[in-house]
């Protein structure tokens, strides 16, 4: 008999299947989350404890796993949760996780997340020792130490399964052909449509998804439906991309450039100068005229 965590996680992964298969996602992708949920029923040993005792690595061993998919298992038995569902049914809230910790309020939570990118409790923490929230007004020393030391209580039970690298980052060459291909799909009616849970009082399903991939990173994209891109009118313009590859998943946010030389174009936030360097080569996509602008 599978133990009952096995079967609860076993459960989650053929929910995310069956939620990528009805959102057009590759074929492959679903099948890897199926096939990954019928191992885990076979496995004998509780999941949590082999991360426990084995760690990340034990769990990248199991028979069709690979790092990806044991990444989403140790979420699920660490956090309780995985953040690729909960984005594909439409709950993810990442201002609501940042302003959990202490020091940071809702305001302050999502100027963080929109300014700086940061979307999750590791993201910050690596804001926090690069010197991104030093250079913020209102971040003095003793905030910051108040932040570090909120973070490390609260991330020293993953600590271990986290020392696989990140890898290289996308080009944002591709950041931004992943951008214009949902926001061209979207425009045409082509895309599956979720029903957030934010801001969506009528539980109407008017948020496009798409689901793509470039080589070995597979993505998800979506409009922002975050607390400021509703305030300032961007939820049409402002796009969310989740980039999840062998060794890390990352987020981005596109905008259109309002204002400078580069107005009218796309914008990866926290990469503008390569965006930059890349248009003044020629080679970036200028967004078409339905999107400048657009609401």
Known sequence: ???????????????????????????????????????????????????????????????????????????MVTLGRLPMLDRLRGETDPVVTLASVPGIGRVLADRLHHDLGISGLEDLEAAAHDGRLARLAGFGPKRLAGIRDALATRLARIRPSLAAPGGAPPAVSELLEVDAEYREKATAG???????????????????????????????????????????????????????????????????????????????????AECAELYRRGSGRRPADSHRGAA
């Not at 949920?37 to 949590?48: F, K, Q, S, W």
């Not at 300032?232 to 998943?249: M, N, P, S």
């Not at 905008?255 to 990469?271: D, K, P, W």
């Open 1 to 75: 008999m599978p133990s009952p965590v096995n079967t609860a996680v076993a459960s989650r992964l053929d929910e995310l299947a069956h939620l990528l298969e009805d959102q057009g996602a590759n074929r492959f992708r679903v099948a890897a989350y199926r096939g990954a949920a019928a191992v885990l029923r076979g496995v004998p040993r509780p999941v949590d404890e082999i991360l426990r005792e084995e760690g990340l690595e034990a769990l990248d061993a199991l028979p069709g796993i690979g790092p990806s998919l044991a990444r989403a298992i140790r979420d």
């Open 190 to 272: 082509r895309l599956r449509r979720i029903a957030p849970h934010r801001f969506n009082p009528g539980h109407q399903a008017w948020l496009p998804i798409l689901h793509t991939t470039r080589g070995d990173r597979n993505y998800t994209a979506v409009f922002s439906n975050t607390a400021r891109a509703h305030r300032l009118g961007r939820t049409r313009d402002w796009v969310v991309l989740y980039c999840d590859g062998d060794r890390a998943e990352r987020q981005y946010t596109v905008i259109t450039a309002r204002v400078g030389e580069l107005e009218g174009r796309r914008l990866v936030m926290g990469r503008e």
